[in-house]
């Protein structure tokens, strides 16, 4: 191959085509009608403009189907003769053709023609129309004459011989055009079979259709007459039996029912008949029998598709960014209509809460009774009869976990009294009335949708009846009964056949409203606090329903009690479970914590139940009970306003992001993280404190970890950096210059769904934290508008980011360690989601300098690299995958490949370490988008003027290879290693053989492998390189890396053959310094190969020889090395032995176990001929006399 100025990433060969067209060509000419087998006079098949040399006929050997036996090369013979003087039309031998019924021949006749680039209009229809192909009741010519009958219909037989007349002599051998041509003709052919299949389907089931319309009017107007049952219906029939017999579980019926149809596949519905539509099953047809089904066919779903061959490797490149586009907003939308649903059922909530409360006020603002001491009672007549309804007479909580809002100071608490119902002889049957509960609300600021998105990881059971019931407590003696009438009647039943576990728990759910009624009314404490001892300790291990269940009760019981009651009765069931030896108990605790914090007074809450979550966070050893103790955090952090805790705070997300369970860490992100940054923000640490000590800390760390980083650590604090990054964002946005011009009025551009990063949880959403996606939208548009024109003057928030964010975090990335992968990776995600919500115009305008202006990619620093050491850091890497990959236009994308061609110069020309540029291959390798763009920028190196520049292009293909597809390597990377292969410099050639290794060791295609092996086999044989020290050091290291996972074949012929001849020749190597280089790297090669199956035969003709030669180097380079040859020797030959003993072994074993199978056949037909009689059974054991 030509070295450097061949191209092979350019695949077009359109030149080359238009050549040989140009070759193969003839000159286009008319001629006059000639006589064929017709009619001259009226022959549709006129001669056209296009024509064909008359030795067409004679290139094909297929002979026709003729019953005179007549091959159509004989009659083309003939024919040429005959006209000899003339040239033939193309049109009249397709017209021939196609009339004779030679259907065959004219698709091979047509498919020459396509190859050519001349296609004929009149056979691309023929073959373009399924009709022509559908059973004919007319009879051909041919059959005609020899009496057969009417012609069936056209059997579609395999390829025959469709490529024996391609011209494969026009295309070069590193092409292997063979397979794509055999494979674009059988595309063909089989595209036209499924055309020609659905025409036929289409068709059959047309007139299935027809033929049930008519028999359902003969049917509707003689219902008496009966025909009989029809091949579709009966199919149809038979699914819908074979369904019914699935759905109830007669699965032996429907095996036997399927078997006696074996020519129906039941799996399928398209099977029965093309565009019918399913009708629905059996048992739905049974019970509309009676009425009048609706027409099934008011629609019909059509699908048109291309065949995945039809598609360019070209086109399926190009539109892989658009797949991963449309991916993302497809997820984005589906997130969406998610938050969506979650909002329209808390609005519908909060619209039951607020009829709640209207009934209550309604309650409240009643006239009080008259004093029956006093006052005579009115007439029944003029007192309206008051209907015994319970919906007003309940404090409803079903959705919503949010306390009542206090009422005003100046309004007094209001009494809810019952209505008398009984006379004055019962006046201990009348219940206490209550008064208005307060509870004490925090002085916070966060937007409704945060705390009601918050609210939502409180595990609550409304929806369900005795859900329902739960959530609503009785407050008089009225709503008692009716409570009781309804509970009862589910009670008394599982009373009854409470047998089993089962129905013991679910008899304990239903006791759950009645345990709290009476502990909310009962008069004395110590009832009250046995009464929720019972409710606590109902359930020995409550699972999740149970759980929701009691927690919803505890919530209706603290919103009817108040604050002062929950911390006196409820609290001390809690602080009596926090060591119980149940998980499940446990985990009850600490979600009632969460569920119990909004009702609990502010100074119990910061205290007490953050110690005791605290101290379940330290101490329990159940994952769940962690999680849920975090997610409670999260809900105390959403209500506590007391400054002094932030520290507290801080050192529990500390301890939860060190948590070694993943459930656990997942909590902090989702839930706590974003709590506990809502209340950082409204108390102005987030910039100032928050922030800063995370990065103070990941400073720390990096330098203790000059010799080993802890990577763990680093993980767990950049996370947490980058799940306050939606914190940060809606801080910078609400505190800008532009937020007094916000107007939600008129109409507001919804948001791009692919704007910002998917949140990992509703609190991570930035219109979560702002209020809504209105208010979101609006801040946007200001906020681009400010970038753009305005500037960043006053705008403190912003400013605190550009001046002190970005360079810091600019600073600790070119501290960081490029060789290690999890961190480069883990930095660059955080750079593309600060980049991706701050917006493009902040990427451009503020990020990307800031990182051009460290690196310094100009023309003056490509020979030296002096002031420059950063490329060599990990900011290369992290900068373009983290900052340039943020977004994909097509400037972004050349902004990337060119940022990437500089750096593989600079490095190469100043001879500097690659290590950057290959984590940032490495990094960008793993995302198979960015394949195409790898390629291009090694070809822009393989073709470059300076030898090191080549060099490192080869050394990068060695780390592309592993991740790109086999179709890629064989088409862009071997085509380039082998222009780099065949490079004037040895150096580049050398830089070759690491990537050629790991082809071998990926690679599953043959061709492909065959001719990596040639190459290494040129390497290897070819003389000018048998005093290359370099290249022979450079193979022996890659035969020790890839020969134990490459393909066997290859190591046994290749490998160690070629390492056997290195060893050889070694022993007579002169230099000193050479040999014992060698004598290494055989070492380690011979090393990594012992591990793998070496057969006898090699193991005798090459590796223990090639192991005796070693050793005699080693002999007198390396004694120590010289112990462990020696002993790998001794073990190679006991295999050897061992596998010559095994054989023979085997053999006799094999004589042994026929004779052990003879007599144990004997001992079994001698037991099968006795009787159950225990004396007998005795006597075959007895010693013969």
């Not at 063909?188 to 659905?198: G, H, M, S, V, Y």
């Not at 019918?276 to 779903?301: E, F, H, M, W």
């Not at 004093?371 to 005579?376: L, R």
């Not at 959403?638 to 529990?652: N, R, T, V």
Request: net charge negative.
């Amino acid at each position: 191959m030509a070295a450097g100025n061949v191209n092979p990433f350019n695949l077009s060969d359109s030149e080359d085509e238009a050549d040989q067209r140009a070759e193969d060509g003839v000159h286009i000419e008319k001629s006059p009608s000639v006589g064929t087998q017709g009619p001259s006079s009226n022959n549709p098949f006129s001669p056209q403009a296009d024509a064909e040399p008359s030795a067409l006929l004679v290139s094909s050997t297929r002979t026709s189907p003729s019953v005179e036996g007549i091959s159509v090369s004989v009659a083309a013979a003939a024919m040429t003769v005959a006209l000899a003087e003339t040239r033939v039309s193309v049109d009249v031998i397709a017209a021939q053709l196609i009339r004779d019924h030679y259907i065959l021949t004219a698709l091979e006749f047509h498919t020459e023609l396509l190859e050519s680039g001349r296609e004929l209009p009149r056979l691309r229809d023929y073959f373009s129309n399924p009709g022509n192909f559908e059973r004919q009741t007319g009879t051909p010519p041919a059959c005609k004459e020899q009496g057969l009958g009417p012609g069936g219909p056209l059997n579609r037989a395999g390829s025959i011989s469709t490529l024996d007349s391609l011209d494969f002599a026009r295309y070069s051998d590193d092409g292997n055009r063979e397979s794509d041509e055999r494979v674009a003709v059988l595309e063909f052919e089989l595209r036209k079979a499924k055309e020609t299949i659905q025409a036929l389907r289409t068709n059959l089931t047309q007139a299935a259709e027809s033929d049930t319309q008519e028999r359902n009017k003969n049917y509707s107007s003689h219902p008496e007459t009966q025909e009989p049952i029809r091949p579709l219906e009966k199919r149809a029939l038979n699914f819908l039996v074979n369904e019914y017999l699935l759905k109830n579980e007669y699965k032996l019926s429907a095996i036997t029912f399927s078997d006696e149809n074996d020519d129906q596949d039941f799996e399928l519905w398209d099977d029965v008949g093309l565009n019918i539509p399913k009708p629905p099953d059996l048992l739905q047809i049974y019970r509309n029998c009676g009425s009048a089904l609706p027409s099934p066919r008011n629609t019909v779903d059509v699908a048109v598709g291309v065949e995945s061959g039809e598609l360019t490797g070209n086109y399926i490149t190009q539109k892989s960014d658009l797949l991963q586009q449309q991916t993302e907003v497809v997820e984005e939308l589906e997130y969406q209509i998610s938050l969506l649903n979650e909002e329209k059922q808390s609005l519908a909530d909060y619209i039951k809460k607020l009829q709640s409360e209207i009934q209550s006020l309604r309650r409240t603002v009643s006239p009080p009774p008259h004093d029956q001491g006093s006052q005579p009672n009115p007439p029944s007549s003029s007192t309206p009869p008051q209907p015994l309804l319970d919906n007003g007479q309940y404090l409803d909580i079903r959705g919503t976990s949010e306390p009542d809002k206090p009422p005003t100071e100046s309004t007094p608490p209001t009494q809810t009294i019952s209505n008398p119902t009984h006379t004055s002889s019962q006046p201990h049957a009348k219940l206490k009335s209550r008064g208005t509960v307060v509870f004490d609300q925090p002085n916070r600021k966060l937007s409704p949708a945060f705390q009601q998105a918050l609210l939502s990881f409180c595990k609550m059971s409304a929806d369900s009846r005795l859900g329902a019931e739960v959530s609503r407590i009785a407050d008089n003696e009225e709503s008692v009964m009716l409570m009781l009438g309804r509970c009862l009647p589910h009670i008394v039943p599982n009373v009854l056949l409470a047998k089993r576990e089962r129905m013991v728990a679910h008899l304990c759910q239903e006791l759950i409203p009645l345990i709290l009624c009476t502990a909310c009314l009962h008069p004395e404490p110590k009832e009250r606090d046995q009464l929720l001892h019972i409710l606590f300790n109902l359930i020995k291990r409550p699972d999740d329903e149970q759980r929701q269940m009691i927690l919803t009760g505890c919530v209706a019981f603290a919103r009817h009690v108040g604050p002062t009651r929950v911390e006196a009765e409820l609290l001390p069931q809690c602080w009596e479970q926090i060591n119980h030896k149940y998980p499940e108990r446990r985990l009850l605790v600490a979600e009632a914590c969460g569920a119990l914090a909004p009702y609990l007074p502010k100074e119990i809450r910061s205290s007490l139940v953050l110690s005791m979550l605290q101290q379940m966070l330290a101490e329990d050893k159940a994952d769940m009970v962690r999680e849920a103790v975090v997610k409670s955090l999260a809900i105390i952090m959403g209500y506590i306003d007391d400054p002094d805790k932030y520290s507290q705070g801080f050192e529990l997300m500390l301890l939860s992001l060190g948590d070694p369970s993943e459930r656990v860490v997942s909590a902090i992100h989702q839930v706590f993280i974003p709590a506990f940054a809502a209340w950082t923000t409204e108390l102005g640490n987030l910039q100032t404190t928050l922030i800063p000590s995370l990065l103070a800390r990941i400073e720390k760390l990096l330098k203790q970890g000059e010799h080993g980083l802890d990577e763990h650590k680093l993980h767990m604090f950049l996370s947490a950096l980058q799940s306050l990054i939606p914190p940060l964002f809606s801080v910078v946005i609400q505190n800008a210059p532009f937020t007094h011009r916000v107007n939600l009025q008129g109409d507001i551009p919804p948001i791009e769904v692919t704007r910002f990063p998917r949140p990992a949880s509703p609190l991570q959403d930035i219109a979560t934290i702002v209020g809504s996606r209105e208010t979101l939208s609006a801040l946007l548009i200001l906020y681009d508008y400010q970038l753009e024109h305005e500037g960043t003057t006053g705008w403190d928030s912003l400013l605190w980011v550009v001046n002190q964010l970005l360079p810091q975090l600019i600073d600790i990335v070119g501290r960081i360690n490029v060789a290690s992968t999890t961190c480069v990776h883990e930095f660059s995600r955080f750079f593309w989601r600060l980049c991706r919500t701050f917006g493009k115009i902040f990427t451009n305008t503020k990020v990307k300098p800031q990182f051009q202006e460290i690196l310094r990619l100009s023309e003056e620093n490509v020979d030296a690299l002096t002031g420059n050491g950063i490329l060599t850091k990990a900011t290369v890497p992290i900068y373009a995958t983290g900052v340039l990959t943020c977004y994909n236009q097509d400037e972004d994308r050349k902004l990337l490949v060119g940022f990437l061609e500089d750096v593989m110069t600079t490095l190469s020309l100043s001879h500097a370490p690659l290590d950057s540029l290959k984590a940032s291959f490495v990094e960008l390798g793993a995302n198979p988008v960015y394949h195409e763009l790898l390629l291009t920028v090694l070809w822009y190196g393989v073709v470059h003027t300076s030898a090191l520049v080549r060099c490192t292009a080869a050394r990068m293909f060695e780390l592309l290879v592993k991740g790109v597809n086999e179709t890629l390597v064989a088409q862009r990377v071997v085509p380039a290693l082998i222009t780099l292969s065949s490079d004037p410099e040895i150096s580049v050639r050398i830089s070759t053989i690491p990537a050629f290794g790991t082809i071998m060791e990926t690679v599953t295609q043959k061709e492909l492998l065959e001719r990596v092996k040639m190459q290494l086999a040129s390497f290897l044989e070819d003389p000018q390189y048998q005093d290359q020290h370099s290249l022979h050091m450079e193979i022996i290291r890659t035969f020790g890396r890839v020969g134990p996972n490459a393909e066997p074949r290859f190591r046994d012929e290749f490998v160690l053959p070629h390492l056997h001849k290195l060893a050889l020749g070694n022993n007579v190597q002169a230099t000193e310094s050479k040999r014992i280089d060698i004598a290494t790297q055989l070492f380690e090669a011979y090393s990594a190969l012992s591990c793998c199956f070496i057969s006898e035969e090699l193991m005798v003709n090459h590796f223990l020889p090639g192991l005796r030669c070693l050793r005699t180097d080693m002999e007198q380079l390396s004694p120590e090395h010289e112990v462990i040859l020696s002993s790998m020797i001794k073990e190679g030959e006991m295999k050897v032995e061992n596998r010559g003993i095994g054989q023979a072994e085997g053999s006799v074993s094999i004589a042994a176990s026929l004779v052990g199978e003879d007599a144990k056949t004997k001992f079994l037909s001698k037991m099968g001929q006795l009787t159950t009689s225990g004396a007998m059974l005795a006597n075959v054991f007895q010693r013969k006399k």
